[in-house]
């Protein structure tokens, strides 16, 4: 996806965030009210797409004698990743409903009408549209009409519905935001087991976003999802199950997903009869953490704890029925009964990956004894620490835990420890993430301890041409900050022409004027000796390699030092382009002021000026983001060649170590990263972004700012309540 794809996406998606939640403000529905109804549109919207979609392919099709004239039937749309709508279920049909038709009841037909003829998907399509006055609805349906949306991709509706979910979530929707787990921390799971082929269970599937990650992997990789794995998912809440089914459908899957609770059920069969248990070949999720109050008695003896139960507690819980005088014996925490599943339930290659809380990894009493056990089977791979805030409705730390049971016999001694708690990007006050370089980043490291050395160097070699790409649209915009800059000043500098002769206008007045322009005018000169040789230097680099991108190590390093000294150029460029456009506003000031005067105002057009360098302050940022651009793709090369110079897996302080069994052992049996891989020595930050720590401080106030408006909307809500 180009950068500015993504960006309109991104737009898409905000304006409709704040369209579809301004209705429920004006409505006084709460998240959860909302949430389902509001999903069920999107979905909705969706399946119309996929089935006119479809229903072209099919006509082109017939055209071209591949299908014959017949009627068609359900699995000429199935086959296409498409449902095969009745006409009360197409969005247009809605749409043009006659006014005063009763959209509530309506919808209710039209997810009725496709749990008919969709069976995974029977009574988990939301039909609680009454709560909704038919006026809400109309707005509603048509926030997701525009044309963009009516042309979109599956693509884009799996991120709209992901997006959606997620903001639910931060709004505490759905037993606080537990359904959903943040994209990048699925995405780095799913980067380190890779999971494109076979079985794939997830045992607290949430809304599915283990299986949705997945299929994005495989299909990077130009493969087939539906014919590459099979999902099977648990889920304890019915309305969770709903979300995951629904989220599903929306990206073109399918899964089997069922109401169960993990801790005591384990329901799934393949189809050939065989349990999931030690039959998987990945397991993924993220599991509630820290769940004490699991009774022991029913989960003693469960295959799937084949390292014993944790630790028991007998002085909480329900009372026994044999001896109402006693307590129930529990389990105190369940996070080893999570981990102790999901290593039973893979088969004798399988991997697993799971979120798992920071307080598992060095846990003491019982829970070490598991832990040792597990370590000594030699299946434990990677660890991963991630920084609090990365969760939308908590804010601890956690540990992303990897199994491998595939692991070659080289390796089978051995756990690669990550602190990636020093790796982050702010997205809101308290919402932080990785970028999608940061997270390729710290992929590349594990390709190294596994010893797949080609593409850690296959990465850098799209970093490099990223770069070169990003190097190419330097000169053209540019150009457009260049040809306003003129535009402007040839306006200021006509004024000055018509001001020689006009005595209203003191001499020191413009004076003052002339002698910023003059400065302008030095500026200017240094600037476009400095753009010729930076131009120059550009077209050389990308001579250079953007045929033969280097593909070695050595070569590799060349070409990042030969852009060395092409950043520190585009540095300085991007301050002689903020010094240019503060010069100019500066001169529009001082023309303004001059314009003032009655005599004066008719040789100055003082809007179109002000137009003029508004419109120059956003080619002045577009071109520094351009700028910054090709220096951003240099800098990850410097990242990863700089703690990786060799393309070798090394132990980099505060970063990762690969660890032995004897040193765990040595160590408690701790699985922390953090108490391997030591401190990162204290780093000078000489590309620190001043306009990116405003945009952090702004970030931050708009949040305060947004925050402070729904309190100041709550309290007045509740005063009206109470009729004050």
Known sequence: M????????????????????????????????????????????????????????????????????????????????ALMLPEQSRYDYLLKLPSGACLSEALVESMNAIEDGFEPLAGQLPKDYHIFDDTLLEDLLRIFDSEALRTASGDVFGRIYEYFLMKFAIQGAQDNGEFFTPPVLVQTLVNVIEPDHGVVFDPACGSGGMFVQSSHFIEHEGLDTMQRVTFYGQEKTATTIRLAKMNLAVHGLEGDIREANSFYDDLHRLQDGRPLWGNCDFVMANP?????????????????????LPGISKGKGKKSENDPKKNKPTVSNGNYLWISYFHSYLNDKGRAGFVMSSQASSAGHGEAEVRRKLVETGDVDVMIAIRSNFFYTRTVPCELWHFDRAKPE?????????????????????????????????????????????????????????????????????????????????????????????????????????????????????????????????????????????????????????FNLLAEKAKGMVKQIDLLYKLVARCTQLAHE????????????????????????????????????????????????????????????????????????????????????????PEVDEDFDFEQALRDIHIELADLNREAFELAARIQENFEELGV
Request: proline share 4%; charged share 30%.
């Open 410 to 562: 080289e390796r089978k001694d051995q756990v690669l420890m990550l602190d990636a708690r020093n790796i982050y990007r702010k997205v809101t006050r308290k919402i932080y993430d990785f970028s999608p370089e940061q997270l390729a980043n710290l992929t590349a490291i594990v390709w190294l301890y596994r010893g797949q050395n080609d593409r850690f160097l296959g990465l850098v070699q799209d970093y490099l041409g990223k770069l070169c790409e990003e190097a190419a649209a330097i000169p053209g915009e540019l150009d457009r900050f260049e040809n306003g800059l003129t535009e402007l000043r040839d306006q200021i500098g006509s004024f000055i022409e018509s001001l020689k002769n006009l005595e209203a206008v003191t001499i020191e007045q413009k004076s003052a004027l002339i002698d910023a322009i003059a400065e302008l005018k030095a500026a200017e000169t240094d600037y476009r000796q400095d753009l010729d040789s930076l131009l120059d230097s550009l077209a050389d680099f990308r001579r250079d390699y953007r045929d033969a991108l280097p593909a070695n190590n050595p070569d590799q390093h060349a070409a990042r030092e030969a």
């Open 2 to 81: 180009t950068a500015n794809a993504f960006h309109n996406i991104t737009k898409i998606e905000n304006n409709l965030w704040e369209a579809a939640d301004q209705l429920r403000a004006n409505s006084k529905l709460t998240s959860s009210e909302y949430c389902m109804p509001v999903l069920g549109v999107i979905f909705l919207r969706h399946a119309s797409n996929r089935y006119e979609a479809a229903l072209r392919q099919i006509e082109a099709d017939k055209a071209a004698g591949k299908i014959s004239n017949r009627p068609l039937v359900k699995a000429d749309f199935i086959k296409r990743r």
């Open 594 to 681: 001059l314009a003032a005067t009655e005599e004066a105002a008719e040789f100055y057009d003082r809007r179109l000026a002000g137009k003029r360098l508004k419109q120059l302050d956003e080619e002045r940022k577009l071109a520094v983001e351009q700028l910054k651009l090709a220096a951003y793709f240099h800098r990850q090369i410097v990242w990863l060649q700089e703690r990786f110079p060799e393309a070798q897996m090394r132990a980099v302080p505060g970063l990762c170590k690969v660890v032995s069994r004897s040193e765990i052992e040595a160590a408690d049996w701790s699985l922390t990263p953090g108490r391997y891989v030591g401190v990162a020595p």
């Open 288 to 308: 509630p953490f820290n769940v004490d109050m699991v009774d022991a008695d029913r989960i003693k003896g469960d295959r799937r704890l084949p390292f014993g």
